[in-house]
């Protein structure tokens, strides 16, 4: 009765969604991405059909309580820094 069985649903994990400053932080620069490119990678999702999901719904697949979307993506924004809401938010808005 061991059944096996693959869920794969990429990951997408967004630290600091700003301009990096263009000094010292090196940590900072390689954890950003320009809201630009955020916008774009939002856009290509929507585009593509992709549908997001919470970390839930894949535990819920995985335990076979409901089943997946047919392009399901989950996005995750570590830490809770203020240009998630000022640069992340108004794109989710706009692309659903």
Do not use: C, W
Request: proline share 7%; hydrophobic share 35%; aromatic share 12%.
């Amino acid at each position: 009765d061991n059944i096996s069985f693959t869920i794969k649903v990429p990951i997408l994990m967004y630290h600091y969604v700003s301009t990096p400053p263009n000094f010292g932080d090196e940590l900072r620069v390689r954890l950003s991405t320009e809201p630009v490119a955020f916008r774009e990678q939002m856009r290509y999702l929507a585009e593509n059909g992709f549908t997001t999901i919470d970390l839930y719904d894949l535990h819920l697949a995985i335990t076979n309580q409901r089943e997946l979307p047919e392009k399901p993506v989950i996005l995750t924004f570590d830490d809770g820094h203020r240009d998630h809401y000022t640069n992340v938010f108004p794109v989710l808005q706009e692309f659903g």
